[in-house]
């Protein structure tokens, strides 16, 4: 479970027994962070983005500038 609002550092129970809350989710490929408002991580996005950019230049080598 994650938590967006004001108070989303504050411990929760339920019949005694603590919830224990995740820092951030992916829904939809896009990974939501756990704040006081809703903020999206582009993080692994970015890592993607790099993965695939570093896969071309690599099999392009020194062929073209």
């Known amino acids: 479970m994650?938590?967006?609002?004001?108070f989303f550092d504050s411990q929760c129970s339920l019949d005694g027994n603590i919830?224990?809350?995740?820092?951030?989710?992916?829904?939809?490929?896009i990974y939501i962070v756990s704040s006081?408002?809703?903020k999206c991580s582009l993080h692994y996005a970015k890592c993607g983005f790099y993965r695939a950019a570093n896969a071309i230049f690599g099999k392009v080598g020194r062929i073209s500038s």
């Open 2 to 6: 994650i938590r967006v609002a004001p």
């Open 19 to 29: 919830i224990s809350w995740a820092t951030e989710t992916r829904y939809l490929g």
């Open 36 to 38: 006081r408002v809703f």
